[in-house]
Every structure is written in structure tokens, then in C-alpha cells.
Nanobody, 119 residues
Framework: QVQLVESGGGLVQAGGSLRLSCSASGIIFVINPMGWYRQAPGKQRELVATITNGGRTNYADSVKDRFTISRNNAKNTVYLEMNSLKPEDTAVYYC?????????????WGQGTQVTVSS
């Protein structure tokens, strides 16, 4: 059974930083591209960043140069380092696998971790 457990969210002032972690089980983590997604209130879930099994990264324009995605295959964990946070980054953040062919996430979602950025 696929399990994705996100952690590291919290309340931070604008300009601050947070580091999110996502522990994955039930998948062969090392071969799976992974992604971080977020969903703000009243909005659709959006893709924030992706990392391939080889470490190649890609970012949404809104977070480029502020967020960094990384992975530790030995720990089955993917991270999202978030700097220079803005109020518009407020959302629930989720990780999932990322299909590089159809650009869609996997079928299973974790509970997410809340990030709130105050102005």
C-alpha cells in the first residue's frame, strides 16, 4: 500500500523559510520521479516542483529561485526547501509521484502539511 507522509509545515512570516519532508513507502522510490504539489483554499491543486530519479529538477515559475526540491533515495524521502516565502505560498503541500510522460501525479495522496505565510 502506498503511503506518503508530509511534515515540516507551519506558520511563518513573509520572507521566512521552511523545509518540508515527505516520506514514501509502498513504492519503489528510487525509480520514481517525485513532485511537490500545493492547494490553496478555493483553488485547484497545482504542481510546484519535480525531481526525476536522476536528480533533474523543474519548478513552477511562481517558486523558481525560491524553492529547492531534493531527494534522499536511501531514506525514501523527498524534500522541499522554501525560502523568501510570500503570503501567496499559503497552502496545503503534498508530495506524490510524478509521471514524466503524462505529467500526472500518482493515485494516492497523503494528508499534506499546512504552510501559512503571514504578511
Amino acid at each position: 500500500q502506498v503511503q506518503l507522509v508530509e511534515s515540516g509545515g507551519g506558520l511563518v512570516q513573509a520572507g521566512g523559510s521552511l523545509r518540508l519532508s515527505c516520506s514514501a513507502s509502498g513504492i519503489i522510490f528510487v525509480i520514481n520521479p517525485m513532485g511537490w504539489y500545493r492547494q490553496a483554499p478555493g483553488k485547484q491543486r497545482e504542481l510546484v516542483a519535480t525531481i526525476t530519479n536522476g536528480g533533474r529538477t523543474n519548478y513552477a515559475d511562481s517558486v523558481k529561485d525560491r524553492f529547492t526540491i531534493s531527494r534522499n533515495n536511501a531514506k525514501n524521502t523527498v524534500y522541499l526547501e522554501m525560502n523568501s516565502l510570500k503570503p501567496e505560498d499559503t497552502a496545503v503541500y503534498y508530495c506524490n509521484t510524478y509521471n514524466t510522460v503524462n505529467r500526472k501525479p500518482g493515485a494516492y495522496w497523503g494528508q499534506g502539511t499546512q504552510v501559512t505565510v503571514s504578511s
